[in-house]
């Protein structure tokens, strides 16, 4: 089923003549090994996509007997009725089984629930084709990790992996066999409330954290009861919403949907994941669910990918409001037509493809495909063997919240959480701080440390608030008193309700812990704000604090980048936690009191204000940038009352040591189309605590046939440092890491100048850069 395939070129005219781009001689004619309009791939099959006669031969018999209506069934996907997470409900998902009308259920999990359902489906219906059980196990099942973008603060693979490996041994003892996760798109509007649910702004990250989630999800065997299907989303673009604001329209170029949200989604098909969903967001005038260029030919022509594609929540049904579809019916046609086979929630394929294909509208040899997609997934976990082998009670028992779980779960916490602010040495607590004052709305706020999409979670008894963990930390004679003092609730601000109660303890204190930041709630889908400062009164109360002269901590639990500029030139120490998870108060505790040494790097920008965003790393030179002039200069790109660079920079975090970084040391000046370059530098730990640093490669291409960014993350280490050592990293780099897509669409690398960083953050001025050149 696999096919050779090129690189994202999909057929698009070229401009010629007096319109076409004038391309400086520099870029002109690349290599013709890199043409790869000439030269095509072949993607390595994943595992479960390998050729099965004796699959092969069973589904064509069970199809060979199913009705048209059944085959529309197993193309259903429908909520049961235990929680929503979208604005439509059908109820009557129960009879809908047991008729054969639906192929998929999500929203259901428990093994009793799972077998209860699955039952209906084997024992009463015509064929017994087993149920497909799908969930948002989005950064854990029971056991919850840190929210996604927290995780991504890491930057450590094996810590992201392990994170999915746990989500899917849980949720599949739960009878769960298909995750919606996870979500790779790119995010660089921290207005957006789901950048919460993904990797931040990087491509390069992006990419690897994908292949990490996906294969943590997966493992090397889907018939492996302890692992689940990954599902790549949204697709596509779904991160560039205009405004920030979710469900919003996309309008971006073919250039930066190549470059830019692809390449995260053809990391996930590498790394074999089962199944994409696709977008609420409209690309190019289309809506992603009825998008043919997206669903065919991209992600089946070009990528080859083998798995299903299932819509997001009645995201058929939104392409009548979109302006797209005249009605259900049409709009149905355009999703299946354009490659969808699996309709979430809305019930669209259900009532009215057998017209549309009885009317000569839908071509049967379509819905046979789709059908065919969902029932080789459902073979290939083994659901057909027996239905019930993921529903097991006695796994679930022993697998929910294992001591090993809920111990993975506050290391990779731990890891996530990023210190952007440590002016003397405020941390970690000194021996002597014997009373300790913790305040703020989120110092023992139980449902708020899970944050959005948190599965199966149990948000009311087993999270680890800040107070619990601090507490069962402190040593014998340490106190940690605890007053909420404020509110983040939108209807606060200009308040001062709680504030004397919290001075007046922090008056008798040696250490102001405040705990500020987001509910829950604030982040996540549907959760869009047009301001990025901590809601509520809580900004205030922290003036207060600090205006006490008393040492102050700023812990922040958000999902998003925030404004918190005041406080990065007045409150000497701030720990970035995002929602750290269930055992998120241990491990805030852990980092606090200096157990673990922080060691999270931002995977997005944080702007001084929301006027600045969107903002990211990588953004573009202009022909007037700000370098250009004399300070104050006002024909230059720049804002009348605000620098142009961020408060912190991707990349960017802090230790409890420090780090000193050596000159890079080239390999080479030069490389060829099929040779590489090395660059080295060492990285010493100067200071007196064993430290991670997370060393970071970054090139920039001077000049190309299309502008390029000032910078661009190519590669990464995770290292540990004793105290006094030092460690030589060298990063290897190969014509085709520099490849983009060009001026004539083709997508490959251009001769020319390149600049190169080993740096500890994004930023030109993080280190000082070497050259290069690329050679025809």
């Given at each position: 089923?696999?096919?050779?395939r090129?690189i994202l070129?999909?057929?698009i005219?070229?401009?010629v003549?007096?319109c076409a781009?004038?391309?400086?001689p520099?870029a002109q ?9 000439a ?11 390998r050729?099965?006669?004796k699959m092969?031969?069973f589904?064509?018999?069970?199809m060979?007997r199913?009705?048209?209506d059944?085959?529309?069934?197993q193309?259903?996907?429908l909520?049961s ?7 439509t ?9 047991k008729?054969g ?5 999500f929203?259901a ?7 209860e359902?699955q ?7 015509r ?11 989005i ?10 973008l ?16 746990v ?5 599949s003892?739960?009878?769960i ?11 660089r509007d ?8 993904g990797?931040?702004e990087?491509?390069?990250l992006?990419?690897?954290i994908a292949a ?10 889907l018939?492996?009861?302890?692992t689940?299907?990954?599902t ?6 779904y ?7 979710d469900?919003?329209t ?8 190549r470059?830019?949200?692809l ?7 590498d790394?074999?994941?089962a199944s994409?969903?696709?977008s609420?967001n409209?690309?190019?005038g289309?809506p992603?669910?009825?998008n ?6 991209v992600?089946r022509?070009?990528w ?10 009645t995201?058929?049904n ?5 302006g ?7 709009a149905?046609?355009?999703a299946?037509?354009?490659g ?5 929630q ?6 009215n493809?057998a017209k549309s ?19 080789e ?5 083994g659901?057909f ?18 001591p ?5 779960a ?5 890891r996530s959480m ?24 989120l110092g023992d ?5 899970i ?11 087993r ?12 040593q ?7 007053a ?15 504030f004397?109660?919290?001075?007046a303890l922090?008056g ?5 812990i405040?705990v500020m930041g987001?509910k829950?709630d604030?982040?996540?889908?549907a959760?869009?704000r047009?301001?990025?400062d901590?809601?509520g ?9 600090v205006a ?12 998003r ?10 409150v000497p ?7 750290p998870?269930?055992q998120g ?17 931002l995977?997005v920008t ?18 007037r940038?700000?370098?250009?002039g ?6 230059v790109s720049?804002?009348?009352?605000t620098?142009?660079?961020p ?5 960017y975090g ?5 780090f000193?970084?050596?000159p890079?040391t ?27 640093e997370?060393?970071?490669?970054y090139?920039?291409?001077?000049v ?9 993350l190519?590669?990464f280490?995770k ?6 050592e030092?460690r030589?990293?060298?990063f290897?780099?190969?014509p085709?890491d520099?490849?983009f897509?060009?001026?004539d ?6 001769p020319g100048e ?16 070497v050259?290069?050149?690329?050679t025809?």
């Amino acid at each position: 089923m696999r096919k050779a395939r090129a690189i994202l070129t999909v057929a698009i005219p070229v401009l010629v003549g007096a319109c076409a781009p004038t391309i400086p001689p520099v870029a002109q004619a690349p290599a013709p090994s890199t043409d790869v309009t000439a030269v095509a791939e072949e993607r390595a099959t994943p595992a479960w996509a390998r050729p099965d006669a004796k699959m092969d031969a069973f589904i064509d018999d069970l199809m060979a007997r199913m009705t048209l209506d059944e085959k529309i069934g197993q193309l259903t996907l429908l909520t049961s009725d235990w929680e929503s997470t979208g604005p439509t409900m059908r109820d009557t998902y129960k009879q809908d089984i047991k008729s054969g009308r639906v192929g998929a259920i999500f929203n259901a999990y428990t093994a009793k629930y799972t077998t209860e359902l699955q039952r209906v489906a084997v024992e009463e219906t015509r064929l017994g084709i087993p149920l497909l059980f799908g969930y948002d196990v989005i950064h854990g099942h029971r056991t919850i990790f840190p929210i996604s973008l927290g995780e991504a603060a890491s930057w450590d693979m094996q810590a992201i992996e392990k994170s999915a490996r746990v989500s899917a041994q849980e949720a599949s003892a739960e009878g769960i066999h298909w995750t919606f996760s996870p979500m790779v798109d790119i995010a660089r509007d921290a207005r957006w409330g789901r950048i919460s649910e993904g990797a931040g702004e990087d491509v390069y990250l992006g990419q690897k954290i994908a292949a990490a989630r996906v294969h943590g999800y997966q493992g090397d065997d889907l018939r492996a009861t302890d692992t689940v299907l990954a599902t790549a989303k949204h697709f596509a673009a779904y991160g560039a919403a205009q405004a920030g604001r979710d469900y919003h329209t996309v309008d971006i170029s073919e250039r930066t949907l190549r470059d830019v949200y692809l390449p995260p989604f053809e990391a996930a098909v590498d790394a074999g994941v089962a199944s994409f969903m696709t977008s609420f967001n409209e690309y190019d005038g289309v809506p992603a669910s009825g998008n043919k260029y997206l669903l065919t030919d991209v992600l089946r022509d070009k990528w080859g990918f083998d798995g299903f594609v299932v819509t997001d929540y009645t995201s058929i049904n939104e392409m009548v409001p979109h302006g797209y579809a005249k009605n259900l019916a049409q709009a149905g046609e355009q999703a299946i037509n354009a490659g969808v086979d699996m309709d979430m929630q809305g019930a669209v394929y259900m009532e009215n493809l057998a017209k549309s294909v009885a009317e000569g509208r839908v071509d049967t040899a379509t819905i046979d495909r789709a059908v065919r997609r969902i029932v080789e997934a459902k073979y290939r976990l083994g659901l057909f063997e027996d239905p019930y082998r993921y529903a097991d009670a006695e796994r679930e028992k022993a697998t929910l919240y294992k001591p090993e779980f809920l111990e993975a779960a506050r290391d990779v916490a731990r890891r996530s959480m990023v210190l952007l602010r440590n002016e003397g040495d405020v941390l970690p607590l000194a021996a002597g701080a014997k009373k300790i004052a913790l305040i703020g709305p989120l110092g023992d706020s139980k449902p708020d440390m899970i944050g959005s999409w948190a599965a199966g979670g149990d948000r009311q008894t087993r999270p680890v608030t800040i107070l619990e963990g601090l507490r069962a930390r402190a040593q014998s004679g340490t106190t940690v008193s605890y007053a909420k003092g404020a509110s983040y609730d939108f209807s606060a601000a200009g308040s001062t309700d709680g504030f004397a109660e919290a001075l007046a303890l922090a008056g008798k204190s040696d250490i102001i812990i405040a705990v500020m930041g987001e509910k829950w709630d604030m982040t996540g889908e549907a959760a869009s704000r047009t301001s990025l400062d901590l809601p509520g009164n809580q900004e205030a109360l922290l003036e207060r604090l600090v205006a006490t002269g008393k040492p102050v901590v700023l812990v922040l639990l958000s999902g998003r980048p925030n404004s918190v500029e005041w406080a990065s030139k007045n409150v000497p120490a701030i720990l970035h936690a995002w929602y750290p998870g269930t055992q998120g108060g241990h491990a805030v505790a852990d980092v606090l009191f200096g157990d673990y040494n922080p060691s999270g790097k931002l995977p997005v920008t944080f702007p001084r204000t929301v006027g600045q965003v969107p903002i990211h790393y990588d953004m573009k030179h202009t022909g007037r940038p700000i370098e250009l002039g004399a300070p104050g200069a006002k024909y230059v790109s720049r804002y009348l009352n605000t620098p142009n660079d961020p408060l912190y920079r991707f990349g960017y975090g802090l230790s409890y040591t420090d780090f000193a970084y050596s000159p890079v040391t080239l390999g080479s000046t030069s490389m060829g189309p099929r040779g590489s370059i090395t660059a080295s530098a060492t990285v010493t730990n100067t200071g007196k605590r064993a430290g991670e640093e997370v060393v970071q490669l970054y090139v920039q291409d001077l000049v190309g046939s299309v502008t390029r960014p000032v910078q661009q993350l190519k590669g990464f280490e995770k290292i540990l440092l004793q105290p006094g050592e030092s460690r030589t990293v060298t990063f290897e780099l190969h014509p085709e890491d520099l490849a983009f897509t060009r001026a004539d669409m083709t997508h490959g690398w251009e001769p020319g100048e390149f600049r190169l960083w080993i740096a500890p953050s994004s930023g030109a001025q993080a280190s000082t850069p070497v050259s290069f050149t690329l050679t025809e």
